[in-house]
């Protein structure tokens, strides 16, 4: 795979690249660490702070979906994002791409269902104790921008995650899985399940009525209502969209540009996020 290296300008060293993580502008920096990948010949350079819990689930991936040591994987490098405007996830050493010699930037899912299924059982595991997941992939990315290579940090609009992940929450899922500094799980890896698909989304929550806003009323209000009370929100949840509600919705909207308009409607993405089991 190219990798297109930029020249390193003064306006880039406050940076952040799209998962809100500070870009790191050389290779060299102290703030990344090489760290191998248990279970594999392989080594990867990404930020110092996500260092074990990175390797840790590369090795998950490396046991349950794809075999990591052939072939190309690969952490930080200093460029612009190809699908957006912006700094790469991999400028700031919070992303990898597992074997794209494999899995090509081509925009298509190479991924088998039982290698999704996997995956997806993967980051259900990487969670914080308060439920929200740490990392986010490629291969759930729309049918334009798909690259199952992908393994980052997540962005607040991907599954699960709903905010940016700060060091604290990476250091909560570090320390609930028994991580050590080296990704080793110290006790027991966690179990993969090849027959789960996004657990963020489970029966009890009721499917997705369409588009709804404000004087919208149901069990799938009180869904929603329910999992912004999760990230820090404190609505009634009555299951009746409300301007108390309205608010949440558009505060949200307004941090996160995959949810944009800010305009308190909540569609399939933001409901798929945010919603959980009543």
């Known amino acids: 795979m190219s990798r297109i290296f930029l020249p390193i300008r003064l306006c880039d060293l ?9 870009v790191i502008a050389s290779s060299s920096s102290p703030l990344l660490r ?40 690969a952490g930080y490098c200093y460029r612009q994002a190809r699908a957006a405007n912006g700094f790469s996830n991999h400028a700031s050493g919070t992303a990898v791409d597992m074997r794209y010699d494999v899995w090509t930037a081509a925009h298509k899912q190479f991924a088998t269902p ?26 759930d990315w729309s049918a334009a921008f798909l690259d199952d290579m992908h393994l980052e940090i ?6 699960g995650v709903g905010s940016f992940v700060s060091t604290v929450d990476v250091q909560n899922v570090q320390k609930r899985l028994g991580i050590d500094k080296d990704g080793n799980f110290v006790k027991k890896a966690p179990a993969v399940s090849t ?15 369409g588009a709804f806003k404000v004087g919208a009323h149901g069990p799938y209000v009180k869904a929603l209502q329910t999992g912004l009370n999760r990230h820090g929100y404190k609505l ?43």
Request: net charge positive; hydrophobic share 45%.
């Open 14 to 22: 406050m940076a952040t690249s799209l998962n809100g993580w500070s």
């Open 34 to 73: 090489v760290i191998a990948i248990p279970g594999t010949t392989k080594k990867v350079r990404v930020r110092a702070e996500i260092a074990p819990v990175m390797a840790a689930a590369l090795s998950l991936v490396h046991e349950h979906v794809i075999n990591l040591n052939p072939g190309s994987t």
């Open 114 to 139: 039982s290698q999704i299924k996997a995956m997806h059982s993967i980051l259900d595991q990487f969670r914080t104790t308060g439920g929200k997941r740490i990392f986010g992939w490629g291969g």
């Open 154 to 159: 997540g962005q607040a609009w991907q599954p």
């Open 195 to 209: 027959g789960t698909h996004l657990a963020v989304v489970v029966h009890r929550v009721p499917p997705f009525p």
């Open 236 to 278: 009634v949840a009555d299951g009746k969209f409300g301007a108390q509600t309205k608010a949440a919705v558009v505060a949200i909207q307004k941090k996160n540009r995959k949810l944009q308009p800010a305009d308190g409607i909540v569609g399939p993405v933001f409901y798929k996020t945010f919603a959980v089991a009543i």
